[in-house]
Every structure is written in structure tokens, then in C-alpha cells.
């Protein structure tokens, strides 16, 4: 490849992601509404798309205020961090067997390794407010994705054993046959629910639960660095969404239909069931939710690694 | 486990529910004839003021919005000089048309009253008198009333007997 | 590739001595957290990815955060900062500072002198790292699992409080002087007021 086409890549996936993000604005609202039996935005453009934009320029046009308490560079960096460590960990993400920005040998333990430092935006931001609520979420934030990153990394080692290698391209590579998603069924729920409790997307948006802690631990932000957090949470949506598809589900192999498009259309799908989620659950308490990933995934993950090991050692001879 | 499943599916089914959205400006809402909307001052069928100018709209608003001038014609008839609602205080409870005895003050079905400029949401009289009978057609209170203004001689009202000569009572 | 190398040791370096310089417990920490990602840059330039990437993990991803919850949690504000400029006088570190540049100094010629020795090393394969450690190191391995299970046992110990939150009137009832026997009803009040007539020491 050269040095061009790796530009080319770069931009393209870039530009694809941050309006895919975009996007999602106008996708959630509408799919929300029609699982509410309500019809959503639908006033600005066709069925109104255009509310992305409106939306995008009321961000913008908003007062970029800093809270005179707050820890103001902590609290200038704390959106940055959640965005950035998100879009770092597309680097890996194969969309089909040539487009790829970076195809590293230790591209699982990246993307695990980014996803723990997403934490930090979170943690930083609440604590940088100064402000009670703030902090309460941040801390609830730092606790449930310390924790889910556990089985997250774990739910996915079945995968690796299978496939004796990190590489995203090996592990698409390796379901030609089959899919992993019914080679490892418990991994690819317990992976899923970490990806829920990881981007703290609802039923698991503890961090930022409006109705007890106002917004969480971004209570204090406003205008265009509440908007990085925004386009964070859709960003972490269409990660794990690839990921799963990625790991789980093939990524880009399919039949008639070209490798990417392939890779959009079950990206796609993950993003839904991520709006639907939201449509559907409750949120869980806080103690439940540790109670939930310590004595329910965290033994079940294991016991998953275990038995695929066997049976790995098994068939090799 | 099982139940969330099941709520996901079920919440899933909704994609293809018919909506409740009534989409506004091009759909109108279906409004009930006594729904409390925008007040209005009615006349009676004779073309006349219905109001009397009683002031006891204005007691009985609980934001005092009303404000009012009772005055009288040359022939007595009394009728309000001003009237005056604030819409941006009013809290449409509908106590003014409770307390009206002549069925003048009546709240109407429509609510399509936004304002940028908030002064525009004081009404006077010019935009509150209406030419309709609103919601008590064929009502007129001067004919079952006993005093004369102009309308009916005294005693000569719907279910009035005439007035009693005083002096025939005399022993 | 050198020039990666020495510009990741340079932010390392840099990075850590702010952490020390710091007044701020929470700004050291973010300090701490770019030392950890500038030393698994290191290792990412001399060929060692996983351990970089397990550094990142680990050390930047998961212990530096407890750390910050915990340094959340004990709400250090402008109070600490002042307190800590008051201990950072010159005449606490410029003593350990010149020793350590005498080790930086002997680091130094010993780096010169002796170039016979080969620095550069064979980038050691996570294969045979586990191989070594599941096989002469077991036992290690096996008590440092012993050790961790203890920890663990010893933080759900200290973490579990068997809750007993009865109402006052399903408590244990404790004898009041009315369940005593008659004759000694009158005894523990005395006692009581002796007690407190005492003067304490
Ligand atoms: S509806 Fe209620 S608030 Fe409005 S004018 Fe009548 S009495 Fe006053
Ligand atoms: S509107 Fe009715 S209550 Fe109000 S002053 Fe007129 S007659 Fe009296």
C-alpha cells in the first residue's frame, strides 16, 4: 500500500465515522419515537435528517462555559480524551480485507487497551466539575468500566484461543466456515454487555443517570465539549458494534453483496439493537450492576474460557 | 433474563404499532366543545352586549387578569367601557365563566394564540367581543331579567309576571 | 527505530518528573498516566507490542484509575496543594537529588566505558515467557495466585457487612432495671453516679 492510499484510508474511514456519529443523532431520535409509537423529528429536510444539523449548530452556537470551580485544563481535556481513544481504536477495525488504516498483530489487546482509557474521560470530567453530581458519576463511571473491561478482555480471549492469534484480519479470516457467534455464544453476550456497560449506553448509563444525578459526570459541561461527549457515546456505539460484528459475526464475509457493505449492514443492525436496548430496558440499580458482573459474567466467562480451552487442546490432538 | 428478552421483543413489535402523533399544523387536534381555550365576550341574539359589567369575573379569577369598567347606556343597560384579560397570566381554569350570571365570558375551544411580543397577549375588548352566541345559543339575559334597559318593558320577560301595582294592595 | 525511542525516553522522563513536582495529587497521577504510556511507546519501538500494549492495560488503564478514585474519594483540594508546597522545601530532596546524580553519573561513564557489553537484546516471544513461567517458575506463579486469592478473600472480608437492620422494637432486648430482681434495682444507678463523680484522670 502506498503512503497515499494509507492517507486515503485514513480520511475516508474518518470522515465515514464522524457521519456516521453525526448520523446516528437523526437515527436514534427517530427509532426511540417509532419503538414509543411516537414518529420523532420529522419537520427539517427529508424525514428530518436535517435535525443532525440543528442540532450540530445549537452545540456549537451554545456558551462554552467553564465552571469558574472547575479544574479548567482537566476539564478542557476530558472530552477530548473519550473521542480521541474511540477513534483510536477504529485503527484496527478491518471494513473489508484491503481497508484497514493499521492491521496490528496486537490488534485485540489495542482495542482493549484503548477502550480502558476511555475511562480517564469520564473519571477526569467528573472530578474536574466540581461538582457533586459530577464526581458521583464519574465514580460510578471509573467502577463499572474497570469492571466490565474484565470480561470484556476475557470474553473475548475464547475467540483468540480459537483463532491463536490478535490480529482482526486473522479472526475474520478464521469464520469462513462459521461464525464465531455460535462457536461462542457466551462470549459474544458477555462481550456485548461489557460493550453496553463500556460506553455507558442505556440500560447501564449509570455514570450519567438524569433522574439522580442530573447528568452525571457531564452536569457541568455545555456547548461544543458536551457535544464531544455526545459524538463519543455515538462513536463508542458503532465500535462496539463493529467489534462484534468483526469478532462475531464475520465481519466482512458474505455472499453477492460487496465486503464492506457487508460490514455496514451488520454494523448497522448492532446499532440498532443498541437504540432498541435503550427503547426497552430499565435502568438497573448501581449495586446491581457490580453484583451482575462479578458473580454472574465474570464466573460464566470463565468457565466459557475453560471448556474452550479443552476443547482447543482436544481437537488439536 | 428471559422477561428482558421478552420486554425487547415486545418493545421491538412497536416498530410496526400505528402512532399516536397528531402532526400538528397540518393535522388539527380534535378539540372537546368544552375544552378551556381562549376567552371570549359573546352577544346575545339580539345583536347586544351580553355583559353587565358585575366584576365578578374579575373577583372570582384566582391571577386577577380581568380587569374591567362597568358604565350604562341612556337606557340603564349596563355594559363594560373596558376589558381587559391578560392571557400571559391567565391560567384557564374557567372560574370567570362559572361566576358570569349572563353566560358573557365563555372559554372556546382553540389555543393557536402564541405571541412573540408578550404585550400582544393583552386583549381588550375589541378583541375579545365576538358577534356569536357562543356556546348558549338563543340566551338573553335582559329578557328574563326584571329590570327595563331597553330591551323588554318591566314585567314583560319569558316566565315574568307583570309588576304588581302597589296601590291595589293598599286596603 | 532510535529516534522514536529516545523521543518516548525523553517524555518518560520529563513526565515523571513532574509527577514529583506536582502539587496537585490528581494533575502527579495524569502525569503518571503519560509516563506509563511514554514507557509502553518504548517498548512498542524495541519490538515488544504485548508488553506495551499490557502496560497500557494495566498500569494506565486500570491501576492509575483506582488511584484517582481513591484520590477522588478523599476530595484533596487547594488545602493539600499548600500543604505539599510546604514540604517540597530544598532541604527535603536536594540530599536524595545529588545522590541520585552521582547514580546517573556512574550510569553515564559505565555507559561509555563499557561498550563491549551488548545492550541490544533478542525481542523475547510471549510464547516463551508463558513457557517459563508455567514451567521453572510454578511454584512462583502459584504463590503469587495464593497471594492475590488472599487479597481478595481479605477485601471481600473487610468489604462484606452482614447487614441487621432490625426495627429498634425486634431488637435484642437489653435488661432494663425493671427486669431486675427488686432488691438490686436501685444498685447499678448508684453505681452509675459513683462513676461519675470520679474525677477523671
Ligand atoms: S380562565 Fe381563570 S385565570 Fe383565566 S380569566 Fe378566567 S378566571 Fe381568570
Ligand atoms: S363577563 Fe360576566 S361576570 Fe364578567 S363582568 Fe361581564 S357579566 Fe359580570
Known amino acids: 500500500m502506498t503512503v497515499m492510499q494509507h492517507i486515503w484510508i485514513v480520511l475516508g474511514v474518518l470522515f465515514v465515522l464522524l457521519n456516521i456519529a453525526a448520523g446516528l443523532i437523526w437515527v436514534e431520535r427517530r427509532m426511540l419515537a417509532l419503538w414509543q409509537d411516537r414518529l420523532g423529528p420529522n419537520r427539517a429536510g427529508p424525514f428530518g435528517i436535517l435535525i443532525v444539523l440543528a442540532d450540530t449548530l445549537k452545540l456549537f452556537f451554545k456558551e462554552d462555559w467553564i465552571p469558574p470551580f472547575a479544574d479548567k485544563w482537566i476539564f478542557i481535556t476530558a472530552p477530548a480524551i473519550v473521542v480521541g481513544t474511540v477513534l483510536l481504536s477504529f485503527v484496527i477495525i478491518p471494513f473489508a480485507p484491503n481497508i484497514v488504516v493499521a492491521d496490528l498483530n496486537i490488534g485485540l489487546l489495542f482495542f482493549l487497551a484503548m477502550s480502558s482509557l476511555a475511562v480517564y474521560s469520564i473519571v477526569l470530567g467528573g472530578w474536574a466539575s466540581n461538582n457533586k453530581y459530577a464526581l458521583l458519576g464519574g465514580m460510578r463511571g471509573a467502577s463499572q468500566m474497570i469492571a466490565y473491561e474484565v470480561f470484556m478482555g476475557l470474553s473475548l480471549m475464547g475467540v483468540v484461543m480459537l483463532t491463536g492469534s490478535f490480529k482482526l484480519s486473522d479472526i475474520v479470516a478464521a469464520q469462513k466456515d462459521m461464525w464465531f457467534c455460535i462457536k461462542q455464544p457466551v462470549g459474544l453476550v458477555v462481550f456485548f454487555i461489557a460493550g453496553i456497560a463500556e460506553t455507558h449506553r442505556l440500560p447501564f448509563d449509570i455514570p450519567e443517570s438524569e433522574s439522580e444525578l442530573v447528568a452525571g459526570y457531564h452536569s457541568e459541561y455545555s456547548g461544543m465539549k458536551f457535544g464531544m461527549f455526545f459524538i463519543g457515546e455515538y462513536l463508542g456505539i458503532t465500535l462496539i458494534s463493529a467489534m462484534t460484528t468483526t469478532i462475531f459475526f464475520g465481519g466482512w464475509l458474505g455472499p453477492f453483496l460487496p465486503p464492506w457493505l457487508w460490514f455496514f449492514i451488520k454494523t448497522f443492525a448492532f446499532i440498532m439493537f443498541f437504540i432498541l436496548l435503550r427503547a426497552s430496558l430499565p435502568r438497573p440499580r448501581y449495586d446491581q450492576l457490580m453484583e451482575y458482573g462479578w458473580k454472574l459474567l465474570l464466573p460464566l466467562v470463565l468457565l466459557n474460557l475453560l471448556i474452550t480451552g479443552a476443547i482447543a487442546l482436544w481437537i488439536r490432538g | 433474563m428471559i422477561s428482558h428478552v421478552r420486554t425487547i421483543w415486545l418493545t421491538f413489535l412497536h416498530l410496526f404499532t400505528k402512532k399516536v402523533t397528531i402532526e400538528y399544523p397540518e393535522e388539527k387536534v380534535k378539540l372537546h366543545p368544552r375544552w378551556r381555550g381562549r376567552i371570549v365576550l359573546t352577544k346575545d341574539p339580539d345583536g347586544g352586549e351580553r355583559c353587565v359589567g358585575c366584576y365578578l369575573c374579575a373577583a372570582a379569577c384566582p391571577v386577577d387578569c380581568i380587569a374591567l369598567q362597568a358604565t350604562e347606556d341612556e337606557n340603564g343597560r349596563r355594559y363594560p367601557e373596558f376589558f381587559r384579560i391578560n392571557f400571559s397570566r391567565c391560567i384557564f381554569c374557567g372560574f370567570c365563566e362559572e361566576a358570569c350570571p349572563t353566560y358573557a365570558i365563555q372559554l372556546i375551544p382553540d389555543f393557536e394564540m402564541g405571541e412573540y411580543n408578550r404585550q400582544n397577549l393583552v386583549f381588550e375588548k375589541e378583541d375579545l367581543l365576538i358577534n356569536s352566541e357562543g356556546k348558549y345559543p338563543g340566551y338573553n339575559f335582559y329578557k328574563v331579567a326584571g329590570i327595563n334597559a331597553g330591551v323588554k318593558g318591566k314585567g314583560e320577560g319569558e316566565q315574568e309576571e307583570a309588576p304588581v301595582d302597589i296601590h291595589s294592595l293598599l286596603p | ?201
Do not use: C
Not at chain 3, 488472599?150 to 426495627?167: E, Y
Not at chain 3, 452509675?192 to 463523680?197: G, Q
Open chain 3, 1 to 201: 527505530m532510535p529516534v522514536l525511542f529516545y523521543i518516548s525516553s525523553a517524555i518518560a522522563i520529563i513526565a515523571t518528573i513532574m509527577v514529583i513536582t506536582r502539587y496537585e495529587p490528581i494533575h502527579a497521577l495524569l502525569y503518571l498516566v503519560v509516563s506509563f504510556m511514554a514507557v509502553s511507546m518504548i517498548f512498542l519501538s524495541v519490538g515488544a507490542p504485548f508488553v506495551a500494549v499490557l502496560e497500557v492495560i494495566l498500569y494506565a488503564g486500570a491501576i492509575i484509575v483506582l488511584f484517582i478514585f481513591v484520590v477522588m474519594m478523599l476530595n484533596l483540594g487547594s488545602v493539600t496543594a499548600v500543604q505539599e508546597k510546604q514540604w517540597l522545601k530544598p532541604k527535603v530532596w536536594v540530599g536524595p537529588s545529588v545522590l541520585t546524580l552521582l547514580l546517573l553519573v556512574e550510569l553515564i561513564i559505565l555507559l561509555f566505558r563499557g561498550s563491549n557489553t551488548d545492550m541490544s537484546m533478542p525481542p523475547v516471544e510471549v510464547k516463551r515467557v508463558s513457557l517459563t513461567l508455567y514451567r521453572e517458575y510454578i511454584i512462583a506463579v502459584e504463590l503469587a495466585g495464593f497471594l492475590l486469592m488472599a487479597g481478595v478473600v481479605g477485601a471481600a472480608h473487610i468489604g462484606k457487612h452482614t447487614k441487621k437492620h432490625l426495627h429498634r422494637f425486634l431488637q435484642e432486648e437489653k435488661p432494663t432495671i425493671a427486669d431486675l430482681p427488686d432488691n438490686r434495682s436501685e444498685i447499678p444507678i448508684e453505681k452509675d453516679k459513683k462513676e461519675l463523680a470520679e474525677p477523671v484522670v
